[in-house]
């Protein structure tokens, strides 16, 4: 079977060798048994992703909204003039 080496830092090695069933167990066994739970991409966790950001400033979105105003598309839209 063919290997990769990899490089952890030491908190990572003790919690692999902590997770051991065995004395000799593998760690490539203990990282196959291990589970990678997954968020679930939820409308309640992106309000509470973004009530973690904070507020633009007024004078940003006027801002915005004025060069959004001004934009206009380019008069060759192959060469992007």
């Known amino acids: ?3 990769k080496t990899i490089s952890i830092d030491l908190e990572a090695y003790e919690k692999l060798r ?3 069933r065995v004395p000799n167990e593998s760690f490539s066994k203990v990282i196959k048994r291990a589970e990678w ?6 409308a309640g966790a992106l309000l509470s992703a973004m009530a973690k ?4 400033d007024k004078t ?3 801002r915005l909204d ?5 934009d206009r598309p ?3 839209p192959w060469r992007g003039d």
């Open 1 to 3: 079977m063919a290997t």
């Open 18 to 20: 902590r997770a051991r």
């Open 37 to 42: 739970p997954v968020q679930p991409r939820t």
């Open 53 to 56: 950001i904070a507020p633009v």
């Open 60 to 62: 940003v979105i006027d």
């Open 66 to 70: 004025t060069a959004q105003g001004l």
């Open 74 to 76: 380019p008069e060759d």
